[in-house]
Nanobody
Framework: QVQLVESGGGLVQAGGSLRLSCVAS????????MAWFRQAPGKEREFVAA????????YYTDSVKGRFTISRDNSQNTVYLQMNSLKPEETAVYYC?????????????????WGQGTQVTVSS
């Protein structure tokens, strides 16, 4: 069982930045594709970004390209999401997730382990 714990959420003004972190409790962290998803009030959870186990390949949903950066530190069992130029419509609970299948996909079905989420609120 893999436990994921997110942190770094909070309240920020539109145009501001936040950096989310997710720490995984597994010795095999470096073998997992890691991703961030988000769920806005009244909406379905959606894919934001993913990073391959090696950190060399990343994948973003179109709406965050150029503003968000996903990265990882396998020595610290941690994945990050740097979010810049935040918009009010990006207010959501942000979830960290782990995919043990070794692929880089945006389908939630591929992600077996999920964190509890961290709230990001962007004020206008």
């Amino acid at each position: 069982q893999v436990q994921l714990v997110e942190s770094g959420g909070g309240l920020v003004q539109a145009g501001g930045s936040l950096r989310l972190s997710c720490v995984a409790s597994t010795r095999t962290f470096s073998t997992y594709t890691m991703a961030w998803f988000r769920q806005a009030p009244g909406k379905e959870r959606e894919f934001v970004a993913a990073i391959f186990w090696s950190g060399g390949t990343t994948y973003y949903t179109d709406s965050v390209k150029g503003r968000f950066t996903i990265s990882r530190d396998n020595s610290q069992n941690t994945v990050y999401l740097q979010m810049n130029s935040l918009k009010p419509e990006e207010t959501a609970v942000y979830y960290c997730a782990a995919n043990p299948y070794g692929d880089l996909r945006d389908s939630q079905i591929r992600y077996l382990y999920w964190g509890q989420g961290t709230q990001v609120t962007v004020s206008s």
